[in-house]
């Protein structure tokens, strides 16, 4: 493992890579949308000189292929290799055909990283399922909490300790009581929604759309998978059909 590597993978705008390249950590940075790519090389130019970042415009898939990309003209983070996530709602989008390969690829030419984030739309479970197994994968790794299919392999790939964390509260701990409050919504959009604008102006530690602090600075105790499980289904109630509310969403954290 090295120790100050981070993979980043789904780097968007680079909410998360700045946080990262301002700790200090050396960066892998993959995302799909050459668009993007193209600006976060400007954006991030005097660290990609000095060797600190490598921005790589792939795909991560179940094996090396160009498959297309559906860049949504809404929002680009709704953008995906699944059609239904990169159109989603109806809304316009245009296709890049994209390379993509497996994280074990990328695992070999740079090596088991500290600290892997996962946000990529659709392809998340390939960069779970590719890491080792028996405790040779990234010390930490985080996902979006979209299925308890990807903590259970979470969990079957060795990780023990893990977290459900709000993206949309402040990067806190799941708070079933605060997600039960009919005004939290509310509270969220427009919490959200003036960061959103505000951040513009101001640089936030973590900036709205990003996935906040990591591995030993998040907030809240580590948990076993079972205690996750119960928060997991005690919000998304009967199989996700009816989740608590429809504005919060969060990322599983895992630790060995």
């Known amino acids: 493992?090295?120790?100050?590597?981070?993979?980043?993978?789904?780097?968007?705008?680079?909410?998360?890579?700045?946080?990262?390249?301002?700790?200090?950590?050396?960066?892998?940075?993959?995302?799909a949308n050459p668009f993007l790519v193209e600006k976060s090389k400007e954006r991030f130019k005097?660290?990609?000189?000095?060797?600190?970042?490598?921005?790589l415009n792939i795909g991560i898939s179940n094996e090396e292929k160009i498959i297309p990309f559906y860049i949504n003209h809404r929002l680009t983070e709704w953008s995906s290799f699944d059609k239904s996530i990169g159109s989603r709602n109806g809304t316009s989008f245009e296709t890049k055909d994209i390379q993509c390969t497996t994280i074990e690829k990328v695992f070999e030419q740079?090596?088991?990283?500290?600290?892997?984030?996962?946000?990529?739309e659709g392809n998340d479970h390939y960069c779970l399922t590719g890491i080792p197994d028996n405790g040779g994968g990234p010390k930490y790794v985080s996902?979006?909490?979209?299925?308890?299919?990807?903590?259970?392999?979470?969990?079957?790939?060795?990780?023990?300790?893990?977290?459900?964390?709000?993206?949309?509260?402040?990067?806190?701990?799941?708070?079933?009581?605060?997600?039960?409050?009919?005004?939290?919504p509310k509270?969220?959009?427009?919490?959200?929604?003036?960061k959103l604008r505000v951040q513009?102006?101001?640089?936030?530690?973590?900036?709205?759309?990003?996935?906040?602090?990591?591995a030993e600075n998040t907030k809240g105790e580590w948990m076993?998978?079972?205690?996750?499980?119960?928060?997991?289904?005690?919000?998304?109630?009967?199989n996700g059909d009816a989740p608590l509310n429809h504005v919060s969403w969060f990322d599983f954290h895992a630790k060995y």
Request: with cysteine; net charge positive; aromatic share 14%.
């Open 46 to 55: 005097k660290e990609i000189q000095s060797g600190q970042l490598r921005i």
């Open 224 to 238: 076993t998978e079972a205690e996750v499980t119960n928060l997991f289904n005690a919000f998304y109630q009967n």
């Open 187 to 194: 509270y969220q959009v427009i919490k959200n929604g003036l």
């Open 143 to 184: 996902c979006e909490s979209c299925s308890l299919e990807w903590l259970k392999i979470l969990s079957s790939k060795g990780y023990t300790k893990f977290k459900m964390i709000s993206q949309s509260d402040s990067f806190r701990p799941i708070s079933l009581n605060k997600e039960k409050n009919k005004l939290f």
């Open 1 to 31: 493992m090295v120790n100050n590597l981070i993979f980043d993978i789904g780097m968007h705008v680079g909410e998360d890579t700045r946080f990262y390249l301002k700790n200090g950590f050396d960066v892998i940075a993959i995302e």
């Open 110 to 120: 740079h090596g088991i990283p500290f600290y892997m984030k996962v946000d990529i």
């Open 200 to 214: 513009k102006f101001i640089n936030f530690k973590h900036e709205y759309g990003s996935s906040g602090p990591f």
